[in-house]
């Protein structure tokens, strides 16, 4: 079984920093690619930012400048650095993997974790 926990999502003024994190437990043989997501109420779900095996990282137009990928493989973990966050960052986070696994290369999503971006 593999899972992916997010965290460090919560409350921020517009013009501060948050850093998510998500981790990936189970029989893991590769990572192939991780990204964020995120799902503002009403909309469609959007990919934020993206990074390969390989160190290659992809944005959204709406954060690059501002948001920063990052992986530790070591620890199977990616990080989101949000900086300078706007009132229409507001949503829910969610962490995908694309993962070698027994199976074959599989997609996992995580659960979410909610940024409210407001003053």
């Known amino acids: 079984q593999v899972e992916l926990v997010e965290s460090g999502g919560g409350l921020v003024q517009p013009g501060g920093s948050l850093r998510l994190s998500c981790a990936a437990s189970?029989?893991?043989?590769?990572?192939?690619?991780l990204c964020w997501y995120r799902q503002a109420p009403g909309k469609q779900r959007e990919l934020v930012a993206a990074?390969?095996?390989?160190?290659?990282?992809n944005y959204a137009s709406s954060v690059r400048g501002r948001f920063t990928i990052s992986a530790d493989n070591a620890k199977n973990t990616v990080y989101l650095q949000m900086n300078s966050l706007k009132p229409e960052d507001t949503g829910v986070y969610y962490c995908?993997?694309?993962?070698?696994?027994?199976?074959?290369?599989?997609?996992?999503w995580g659960k979410g974790t909610q940024v409210t971006v407001s003053s």
């Open positions: 995908n993997a694309l993962l070698s696994v027994l199976a074959g290369k599989r997609n996992y």
């Open positions: 189970g029989s893991i043989f590769s990572i192939n690619a």
């Open positions: 990074i390969t095996s390989g160190g290659r990282t």
